[in-house]
C-alpha cells in the first residue's frame, strides 16, 4: 500500500504547504476585513476621477486569501515561485490601470494583492479569473482563485493577454 501523497484540501500538496505556512486553513473566512477592504476600494477616487468596482468575487478571495504572506519552498517548474501578498490595497492606486483592462477584457477588475519581489499587481475579474500586471505586460494566471494561486506558487508559466 502507497502512502497518500496528495493533500487533503482542494490544492496540490506544494501549494497547501505554502497556504498553511502562510496562515490558511479550510474554512478560513475573514468576511469583516474583506469588508474594510471592500469600503476602502470603493471610498477611494483617484485624482482624475477613477474608482475602483468591487464585486462578489473578490470580495470572497479576499476574505479567505487576504491578509497572506504566501512564500512557496523549492524550485518552480518553469519560472521561480512568487511571494504573494495577499492585500488588495496594494492597488488601491491603480483604479485607471485595473478599469482600463477591465474594459480590454469586457468585465471588472479588482486589486488583490502583489507579487512581493516584483510589485507586480495581483487582480481578479467580477467572474473569478486571476491575473497579474506587471512592467513587462498583463498576465493570465487562471479560470480563479485557486488556478491563479497554483499558477503563482508553483511557477507555472502565465499567459500573457494579447490584443486582437
Partial sequence: MHADRSSSTRFSVPVDAALRTAGWRPGRWDIKQAEVWADTLRGHTSPAGHRHTVFPAAVEAWAEFGG?????????????????????????????????????????????????????????DAEGRVYVLDHTGDWYLGPDIDHGLTTLITGIEPVRLTTG
Fill in 68 to 124: 497572506l504572506r504566501v512564500t512557496a519552498q523549492g524550485p518552480g517548474r518553469q519560472l521561480a515561485p512568487a511571494m504573494l501578498r495577499l492585500d488588495p490595497l496594494h492597488g488601491l492606486h491603480m483604479a485607471r490601470t485595473l478599469g482600463d483592462l477591465g474594459r480590454a477584457l469586457g468585465t471588472d477588475i479588482c486589486p488583490l494583492g502583489e507579487e512581493s519581489d516584483s510589485r507586480a499587481l495581483l487582480a481578479i
